[in-house]
């Protein structure tokens, strides 16, 4: 059985959680490290804008107000508030092996193994396996990564709860994703000029909202276990290797704390 590398890391800043993940994906890509799935958290509120998006997509003076920083993800995807939640990121190679069939195929049995860790929870979970859509059935134009729902995301009752996005190279990919524990109503509606008429409880859910007692801990193993079911893996416990370490601070000075990228559309 092919053994694969679990990192667990503690809260980090919205510049340095991007550079460790870039890092990373370069290593796996280079196949100087297996594939990686990365669990961690923010230390403070944070919104990160996909790769393509437009800085203007979200209401920068309220984030300067409200003392939230703003950084630009090497994925797709649209914005998404950070805070009170789960994040992940997972990085593998194309050459070979289950993630060598193309984009939407990643996406589904990655989604495959997030559906069996909420199933595992006692929920119903469902992937979405069309194309971007909003709850009306109709392309959705809103910034707001949770307002709508694509390939290999993960609902309850029609109400996103786990968002994900991917870069792919020739030789790898990185799919970043967030699960909310709940959502803050408010900042969502301020960050991102959403309606009061607009119904985001119809649209987003968190997952402590329909589990109040589920854990950081509860939920991190349980999708550590999903994927080793999924994809017939063991997970080693591992941290970041010095070269991951000392590129990922390079990265966040050249990349994640500039302007020339964060603000570059």
């Known amino acids: ?128 396996t069309g194309r971007e859509r909003g709850r009306e059935g109709n392309t959705i134009k809103n910034p707001l990564c949770f307002h709508s729902t694509s390939f290999g995301e993960i609902t309850l009752d029609s109400r996103k709860v786990c968002g994900s996005a991917q870069k792919r190279w020739r030789e790898g990919f990185l799919q970043q994703g967030s699960i909310p524990y709940t959502i803050d109503e408010e900042a969502v509606r301020q960050i991102f000029n959403i309606a009061p008429s607009v119904n985001l409880k119809e649209r987003m859910i968190g997952l402590q909202e329909v589990i109040p007692a589920l854990s950081h801990e509860q939920l991190r193993e349980t999708i550590k276990a999903s994927f080793e079911e999924t994809f017939q893996t063991t997970f080693i416990p591992a941290a970041l290797s010095q070269e991951e370490l000392l590129l990922a601070r390079e990265l966040e000075t050249r990349r994640y704390l500039s302007a020339e990228w964060n603000f570059q559309r």
């Open 1 to 128: 059985m092919e053994e694969w590398r679990f990192i667990n890391s503690g809260p980090g800043t919205a510049s340095f959680n991007m550079a460790v993940d870039e890092a990373i994906a370069q290593s796996v890509r280079k196949v100087q490290s297996p594939p990686t799935l990365r669990i961690y958290e923010w230390t403070t509120p944070s919104v990160s804008i996909g790769c393509f998006q437009k800085v203007n997509c979200t209401n920068l003076s309220r984030c300067l107000t409200m003392g939230i920083p703003l950084v630009r993800r090497l994925t797709g995807g649209r914005a998404i508030l950070h805070g009170h939640e789960l994040t992940y990121s997972f990085s593998a190679t194309t050459a070979h092996g289950p993630f060598s069939y193309g984009l939407r195929d990643s996406y589904k049995k990655i989604g495959r193994a997030f559906c069996r860790a909420i199933s595992a929870l006692g929920l119903s979970p469902e992937a979405e």
